[in-house]
């Protein structure tokens, strides 16, 4: 399993960013599909998930600024951003696994397969 994210770059504060990431190697269908991000200095936390049913789940902090949406016919998952604070900055990875139960989605330790990460950088 290989999964690339791209997208990432340096945006003005309420500005937008539009992450993907591409899978190979899985049948993308029956996987969950995670958002997570990591600042400096500070532990990977959730951003958000799409399970294999179309089901999303989001974290509080960025509910209603971003979307993550998945094309299973493309192998693709994708975060767009939209009004990006300071404290958005952080490399995202997107991640993927296949057994990930409901009451552990918004864990990173559920997630079996990462990407490289993609760095955001927000300035106030």
């Known amino acids: 399993v290989q999964l690339q994210a791209s997208g990432g770059g340096l945006v003005q504060a309420g500005g937008s960013l539009r992450l993907s990431c591409a899978a190979s190697?899985?049948?993308?269908?029956?996987?969950?599909l995670g958002w997570f991000r990591q600042a400096p200095g500070k532990e990977r936390e959730f951003v958000a998930a799409?399970?294999?049913?179309?089901?999303?789940y989001y974290a509080d902090s960025v509910k209603g600024r971003f979307t993550i949406s998945k094309d299973n016919a493309k192998s693709t998952v994708t975060l767009q951003m939209n009004n990006l604070k300071s404290e958005d900055t952080a490399v995202y990875y997107c991640?993927?696994?296949?057994?990930?139960?409901?009451?552990?989605?918004?864990?990173?330790?559920?997630?079996?397969?990462w990407g490289q990460g993609t760095l955001v950088t927000v300035s106030s």
């Open positions: 991640a993927a696994d296949s057994g990930v139960i409901l009451s552990s989605i918004r864990k990173a330790s559920a997630y079996d397969y």
């Open positions: 190697g899985l049948t993308f269908s029956r996987y969950t």
């Open positions: 799409v399970r294999y049913s179309g089901h999303i």
